[in-house]
């Protein structure tokens, strides 16, 4: 029973073209996350979502767009993909206010080439 | 705005022994979470332990402790006894209490166990 699950594992794709990253908790937690973790192993956030809402939207190139079919699901499509890209992406979920901390999914290796 | 410190970009610690990692943050909300992640070579992002800001008594999780230091904003962890399983990057997060919190994060530290 994977509580927050990310599909594809991994990635490899051309520059130019469009790729998904699927994100999908069975935890009932109402907010979803993507975060961003570089070659240096920063993470940084991309984009919040509650209960199907957008709720943080950082400073990500415009070729990124979030979407939320249901509060149980993340999905994030990249558009016109560029070697600055390339990068680890984690979906995430969690309870706000409750602190009980943020379950992240395995990760998606995208590298562009 | 959130920022979360971690000076030590590398600690080596011999299996068995005791090893603090340091963190530092600044937040202006009253109401907030701290957390410590474990990410191993897997990448799988792992919750170590977690602190609300409002209780004084500092947390534990088995081997894994921290020393929080609410006024000089200080929240290092304590790995007791440790393992090789232990090696790992290791990251200290906060997070503010409202639905639009989003969890801000070190730049990590990576810990070494040696025999």
């Known amino acids: 029973d994977t509580a927050v699950s990310q599909t594809p594992k991994y990635l490899v794709t051309q520059m130019g073209n469009d790729k998904s990253i699927k994100c999908e908790q069975n935890l009932g937690h109402d907010t979803m996350y993507w975060y961003k973790q570089d070659s240096k192993k920063f993470l940084k956030i991309m984009f919040s979502y509650n209960n199907k809402e957008l709720i943080i939207n950082e400073t990500v190139p415009n070729r990124f767009s979030p979407k939320s079919p249901d509060k149980a699901h993340l999905n994030l499509h990249i558009n016109s993909l560029e070697l600055g890209d390339s990068a680890v992406y984690f979906c995430?979920?969690?309870?706000?206010?409750?602190?009980?901390?943020?379950?992240f999914g395995s990760g998606t290796r995208l590298t562009v080439v | 705005a959130q920022t979360v410190t971690q000076s030590q970009p590398e600690m080596s610690v011999q299996e068995a022994e005791t090893v603090t990692l340091s963190c530092t943050y600044d937040t202006s909300e009253s109401d907030y979470y701290l957390f410590w992640y474990k990410q191993p070579p897997s990448r799988q992002m792992i919750l170590v332990i977690r602190q609300e800001a409002y209780k004084q008594q500092n947390a534990t999780e088995n081997r894994f402790s921290v020393n929080f230091q609410k006024a000089a904003k200080s929240f290092s962890l304590k790995i007791s006894d440790s393992q090789l399983g232990d090696a790992a990057m290791y990251f200290c997060a906060q997070s503010g209490g409202g639905t639009a919190s989003k969890l801000t994060f070190g730049t990590g530290t990576r810990l070494q166990v040696t025999l």
């Open positions: 995430a979920s969690s309870m706000p206010g409750q602190g009980n901390g943020y379950t």
